[in-house]
């Protein structure tokens, strides 16, 4: 079985963008910049944040972390973004999620400008999405399309399974995987929690990925042998971080898997930092 290492593939991506950021520095006169926002004290959103900004210097980006009080009012979280969204230093604007209860993180997201939604979450970049159009592309699929890529597995032509349909991860994996392209133009369907036949369905994909969230959901018999297998999930558990794939079995008969850690997770940031690159690149002119 081939491992999908997203950590190996995340690291090579950050001495990629290293690169390109030293190359374009003297003409942008500026490294890329990113604002991290951080509310409250949600401890995997803690490590979540510093994990982006290792990732940010290790690529050369400047990162900016906001560490708020959890009794930030929904008007300076959206004053700070309004200032944000005119720093001409910032390329790219992370608001972490989730917000503590009483603040509207739907309306902070969509007070970011689109032109910085490095995340891809603004209403404007999912429309672009869905319609074919460039713009950012949220970072846990977009990082999944990478993997895909870099091992040269393409789904185009084969039967596609996504198991949720959440706005992060499901629907615009959903919406990625079924675009024409070379590493995409599957034939997909989308499980949720309504599905009659859980089993039955991901039984037929070629290429299944899991972002349900819940721990081991998926056991090996309801994958087809030699299937091409992405676990999104990540649960901490007392066993340790486990994916909503039972990876022992089903790494027995797939014929690609990526592990819990180590699988989607890098490849989230790597892509965040990718975005933000390009960010940059179109802000201060340098994109080829
Ligand atoms: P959500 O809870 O928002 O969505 C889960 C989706 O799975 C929903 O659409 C839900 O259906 C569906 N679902 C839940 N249970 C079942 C079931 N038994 N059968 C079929 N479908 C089911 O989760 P997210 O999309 O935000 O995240 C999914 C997982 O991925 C989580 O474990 C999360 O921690 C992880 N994650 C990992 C990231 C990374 O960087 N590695 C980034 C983001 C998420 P319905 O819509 O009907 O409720």
């Not at 991290?36 to 900004?53: C, H, M, T, W």
């Not at 008007?75 to 209860?101: F, H, M, S, T």
């Not at 030699?226 to 909503?244: C, F, N, Q, S, Y």
Request: proline share 7%; aromatic share 4%; glycine share 12%.
């Amino acid at each position: 079985m081939l491992l999908l290492d997203g950590k190996a593939t995340a690291a090579a991506i950050r001495a990629e963008l290293k690169e390109e950021v030293a190359a374009g520095l003297a003409a942008a006169g500026r490294a890329p910049g990113l604002a991290v926002i951080l509310v409250g004290e949600d401890p995997a959103s803690q490590v979540y944040v510093r994990n982006k900004e290792r990732g940010c210097e290790e690529a050369g980006i400047r990162s900016e972390a906001f560490r708020l009080p959890a009794d930030t009012t929904q008007e300076a979280l959206e004053v700070l973004i309004d200032e944000l969204n005119g720093r001409a230093d910032i390329d790219g604007i992370l608001l972490q999620l989730p917000l503590p209860k009483g603040l509207n993180s739907q309306r902070c997201l969509e007070r970011i400008s689109p032109k910085k939604d490095v995340d891809g979450f603004h209403p404007e970049n999912m429309g672009r999405l869905a319609l074919g159009l460039p713009g950012f592309r949220p970072c846990t699929p977009a990082g999944v399309m990478t993997l895909l890529e870099r091992y040269d597995l393409s789904p185009s032509g084969k039967k596609a399974v996504v198991v949720g349909r959440s706005n992060i991860v499901g629907k615009p994996l959903a919406l990625m995987l079924g675009a024409p392209g070379k590493y995409a133009n599957a034939t997909v369907t989308v499980c949720h929690s309504g599905t009659p036949n859980l089993a039955e369905e991901c039984r037929q994909a070629d290429f299944l990925f899991v972002a349900a969230g819940r721990p081991c959901l998926v056991t090996s018999d309801m994958v087809k042998p030699g299937a091409v297998v992405v676990d999104v999930g990540i649960h901490r558990t007392d066993e340790g971080l486990v994916g909503d794939c039972k990876y022992d079995d089903i790494s027995c008969i797939a014929s690609a898997m990526t592990p819990v850690p180590g699988g989607v997770g890098p490849m989230t940031i790597a892509q965040l930092l990718i975005n933000t690159v390009i960010s940059w690149k179109g802000r201060t002119g340098i994109a080829g």
